[in-house]
């Protein structure tokens, strides 16, 4: 069905706007993505509202059943058991007391999980899974609010996991590639670059995860907070509550699994499912995409891959060698371990039909017609050429947050964005709106409450899923505000991105900082936050502060060490990734 087909074209953003709306009004994530997608079957089944309740139940069915979806409900519960095994067989406790010491802060265990989401590079969801096991427990003993943890889960991995230098994200973004060629009806022969070749030149282009992933660093180390997140933190710090009162956490272990053992804490079974995990994760999408012929190349292997069957093949894996290490080391017998992985299924319950749901509405939104709405809307407007940079971010933007899907939006704006940039203006801005394009697909991503990325980062870290949704999207909005400005910079005449990539992380920090002294002034609340250890020992007037004293919340202000050893390794390692990627751009190894 068409949106031309509706009384009012308009109609077509209902499904996806209702959900949206009422899951941040209501909280209510389940409810409100179920009315969101009765509303589409409502407008499909001609306004027959128990039509409209079958036609829901078959395209829920319809999505469940979906090769892709199979896989990826069924390996989410693999990682879930996987994830239990670890907690309770002691391998976080063998972790805090490795690693603990070194850790000490709020500041130290967000850095920490900004970095282990650096080197899972490979694909976004195991590094959610995995950064996010790995930090859980240090992050709630140092005081970092939920939110936070999962504010940096999700800015750090979708985008490493789209700069690579592999991963099956960039397999599937080269992939859309050549279907834009195809749409375009020239070759690569023909304009004298490959997909894979315009995929390295658009990635200086994605400014919009740049920031993001640069915000994550900026903000933990700088600790500078603002909008709801300034105050989720001063929660966390100054009363002790990582969560709030009333939170729904969509994943709470401690609950779901039992108190960890301490019978035999080992490292041993904290890494060895997690690498075997990422080895036989790397291996099977390798190798399903027939790296081990002849002739295949990495970059080809991971666009060719099963993503959802290769990492089906390393969560099984993943719980079996917890389930190994678990009954080999004596911290639980078999049925102890039988138990164990029920119960790690159980965590991913509320994931599952969020998931579920979360795909029905984006089925719902195909069958209204809402991705066709907005790509006519934006692509109809008339605007010169030398815009048309901005126009694609924006379109993407709306999509992925009406969608909740990045990967459908580059399906969806590719084929139109490759041939509208090469008759408009030529091959020159095709990188440019490539660059754009996976952009402000990652930012629906990032803010849209149906995404199945905030989905999993919301599990992973124990936060209340709609917590997370609205302290990530003032970050994510001043990213995003940032690279328009440079947008607009390009449209009138500023094309090289060597000088709009500094110039829009100059610009981003300057935003953080003004936007913090403004809203911690606001509520009279520290710019910098202070440590939990800070408030505990009285250097922090929290009464003064509370009674709304400004003097008091000025010597409440954090001091941190910026050449203490976590900030420096964090910075020495990301600017050795920069360098890697910006060789992967140069040299296309």
């Known amino acids: 069905m068409s949106y031309e087909s509706l009384p009012v074209a308009a109609l077509a953003l209902a499904p996806p706007l209702l959900a949206i709306s009422l899951a941040m009004y209501t909280r209510q994530v389940l409810v409100s993505l179920f009315a969101g997608v009765w509303i589409g079957a409502l407008m499909i089944a001609d306004w027959n509202p128990i039509a409209a309740t079958a036609l829901s139940m078959d395209w829920i069915v319809e999505v469940v059943r979906s090769p892709f979806d199979t896989k990826f409900l069924i390996l989410i519960m693999f990682m879930g058991a996987g994830a239990a095994f670890i907690y309770k067989s002691g391998g976080i406790i063998a972790l805090q007391n490795w690693i603990g010491h070194r850790v000490n802060t709020a500041r130290d265990s967000q850095i920490l999980t900004w970095l282990i989401g650096i080197f899972i590079f490979f694909d976004s969801y195991t590094s959610t899974i995995v950064t996010g096991n790995a930090t859980r427990e240090l992050s709630e003993e140092n005081n970092t609010s939920r939110e936070m943890h999962a504010y940096v889960l999700d800015s750090t991995t979708s985008p490493v996991t789209t700069f690579g230098p592999v991963s099956n994200w960039i397999g599937y973004q080269v992939s859309m590639i050549i279907v834009g060629f195809e749409a375009a009806q020239f070759t690569a022969e023909e304009v004298g670059i490959t997909a894979f070749g315009l995929f390295l030149q658009s990635i200086p282009w994605n400014i919009y995860c740049f920031l993001a992933f640069f915000m994550v660093g900026f903000i933990s180390i700088t600790q500078r907070f603002y909008g709801p997140m300034l105050d989720a933190e001063w929660r966390s710090r100054a009363e002790k509550k990582t ?117 029905s509405i984006g089925h719902a939104a195909e069958q209204v ?58 091959l020159s801005i095709l990188p440019v709106l490539m660059g754009v394009l996976f952009g402000g697909a990652i930012w629906g991503d990032h803010v849209s409450p149906i995404s199945d990325t905030t989905v999993m980062s919301s599990i992973f870290a124990g936060s209340d899923h709609i917590d997370h949704v609205n302290t990530q999207v003032p970050f994510a909005m001043t990213a995003a505000g940032v690279t328009v400005i440079a947008l607009l910079l390009y449209a009138v005449g500023l094309t090289s991105v060597m000088v709009l990539l500094p110039l829009s992380v100059v610009l981003t920090a300057i935003v953080i900082i003004a936007l913090n002294k403004f809203d911690a002034r606001r509520k009279n609340l520290p710019e910098i936050m202070p440590t939990a250890e800070a408030i505990d020992n009285g250097k922090v007037n929290v009464e003064g502060i509370e009674n709304g004293e400004r003097s008091a919340a000025t010597r409440g202000n954090g001091t941190y060490d910026y050449l203490a050893s976590i900030p420096l390794t964090a910075v020495g390692i990301v600017a050795a990734y920069l360098c890697l990627v910006f060789a992967f751009v140069t040299f296309g190894f």
Not at 251 to 260: A, C, F, L, Q, W
Not at 272 to 293: F, N, Y
Not at 398 to 410: H, V
């Open 243 to 359: 969560h709030r009162d009333d939170a729904t956490p969509l994943s709470d272990i401690t609950t779901d699994v039992g108190e960890p053992s301490e019978k035999n804490p080992t490292l041993i079974n904290f890494f060895a499912p997690i690498l075997t995990l990422l080895i036989v994760g790397i291996v099977s999408m390798w190798w399903l995409g027939g790296g081990h012929q002849p002739g295949v190349d990495v970059a080809t292997a991971f666009q060719e891959t099963d993503v959802a069957l290769g990492l089906l093949y390393g969560s099984f894996a993943f719980m079996a060698v917890g389930m190994l290490g678990a009954v080999g080391f004596g911290t639980m017998d078999l049925e102890e371990a039988s138990d164990t992985v029920i119960n790690g299924f159980k965590t991913m319950m509320i994931a599952a039909a969020i998931i579920v749901l979360a795909w």
């Open 369 to 426: 017609g809402t991705a066709e709405y907005i790509v006519d809307m934006m692509v109809n407007s008339g605007v010169p050429g030398s815009f048309l940079p901005l126009i694609i971010f924006v379109a993407a933007m709306f999509i992925a947050f009406t969608t909740g899907t990045s990967w459908g939006t580059m399906a969806i704006l590719t084929p139109l964005a490759i041939p509208l940039g090469y008759e408009l203006v030529g």
